[in-house]
């Protein structure tokens, strides 16, 4: 049974960081790409920043220059760091992956950006 463990979500300041990490643990194998998504009350669910697993990284506008994603192949692990944070940043943050099989979501971590 596959995982996704997220950690590292809280409350700041803004124009504080955080940096969130999430671990696939399980038999998962040949993990293809793997994202960060986020949702804020009353919204939809929106792409933060994808990475591939050669490396190639992509970001929502709202947060290029601010958040950079990256990857531990060999410890199946995804992080995003988080600065410059804003109050429209709060949400809950979720980590997804996919490979050839299927796809898999973390459970969402709160990350809460005071004014």
């Known amino acids: 049974q596959v995982q996704l463990v997220e950690s590292g979500g809280g409350l700041v300041q803004a124009g504080g960081s955080l940096r969130l990490s999430c671990a696939a643990q399980?038999?998962?194998?040949?993990?293809?790409?793997m994202a960060w998504y986020r949702q804020a009350p009353g919204k939809q669910r929106e792409l933060v920043a994808r990475i591939s697993s050669g490396g190639s990284t992509s970001y929502a506008d709202s947060v290029k220059d601010r958040f950079t994603i990256s990857r531990d192949n060999a410890r199946n692990t995804v992080y995003l760091q988080m600065n410059s944070l804003k109050p429209e940043d709060t949400a809950v943050y979720y980590c997804?992956?996919?490979?050839?099989?299927?796809?898999?979501w973390g459970q969402g971590t709160q990350v809460t950006v005071s004014s």
């Open positions: 997804y992956a996919i490979n050839f099989r299927s796809d898999y």
């Open positions: 399980g038999r998962i194998l040949s993990i293809n790409d």
